[in-house]
């Protein structure tokens, strides 16, 4: 499955909004009513951190500022408002089908 | 609190052999599936291979008939044998645990593998 992210570069201003797109080239809609997207934060230095998963199930510790959207083969990654610490590379993944596949990643700046 | 610490990453020749480590604690190996993913240079993050509860094995097309994904009971720790490497699989190596709902959500810190003459 090929994962597609949209903007691959996002520059963004403290305090705005932002917003990451993810795409699939198959639908990764379980019978069980699940989407299996994940997304994940790798900060600068840092291993990735799991923000979201099941498309739409924040984390835990992960603020309420993230939020995942979508079904099938479109997902979003809104932050309500950006902060600081919110910088490093965004990625979707799935986790329908094996060999799971991430995304390109998005450089949030 | 879940812990992953991986080990073995080094330098080797292209051709060589290597063999990673993901020591685990406050939790078993063989109660989750357990991941590989990598993070080669300027590139973006790579899933390589898992491991399910039920022993059986995945891996990517790029690693496939190379490398070796395996659990040690005694040491509760995941590995990977890295085998036949080439440049391209210079990487830092992460181990990680799925928590069941296709959600990985503990990951170690990495070790890094760099295949070079």
Redesign the interface.
């Known amino acids: 499955i090929v994962m597609t992210q949209s903007p691959l570069s996002l520059p963004v201003t403290p305090g705005e909004p932002a917003s990451i797109s993810c795409r699939s080239s198959q639908s990764l809609l379980h019978s069980n009513g699940?989407n299996?997207?994940?997304w994940?934060l790798?900060k600068p230095g840092q291993?990735?951190?799991?923000l979201i998963?099941?498309g739409s199930?924040r984390?835990?510790g992960v603020p309420d500022r993230f939020r995942g959207s979508g079904s099938g083969t479109v997902f979003t990654l809104q932050i309500s408002r950006v902060e600081a610490e919110d910088v490093g590379?965004y990625?979707c993944?799935q986790?329908?089908h094996?060999?799971?596949?991430?995304?390109?990643?998005t450089k949030l700046e | 609190e879940v812990l992953l610490v991986e080990s073995g990453g080094g330098l080797v020749q292209p051709g060589g052999s290597l063999r990673l480590s993901c020591a685990v604690a406050d939790l078993s190996v063989y109660d989750y599936d357990m991941?590989w993913?990598r993070?080669r240079p300027g590139k973006?993050?790579?899933?390589v291979s898992?491991i399910g509860t039920a022993g059986d094995k995945?891996?990517?097309?790029s690693v496939q008939g190379r490398f070796t994904i395996s659990r040690e009971y005694d040491a509760n720790s995941l590995s990977l044998h890295l085998s036949s490497l080439r440049v391209e699989d210079t990487a830092t190596y992460?181990c990680?645990r799925?928590?069941g709902?296709?959600?990985?959500?503990v990951?170690?810190?990495?070790t890094t593998v760099i295949v070079s003459s």
């Open positions: 699940n299996y997207l994940d994940f790798q291993s990735p951190q799991l998963y099941l199930n984390a835990s590379v990625y993944m986790a329908l094996t060999p799971y596949s991430f995304g390109q990643g | 991941h993913v993070h973006g993050l790579e899933w898992c995945y891996y990517s097309d992460y990680a799925e928590g709902k296709g959600d990985m959500d990951w170690g810190r990495g």
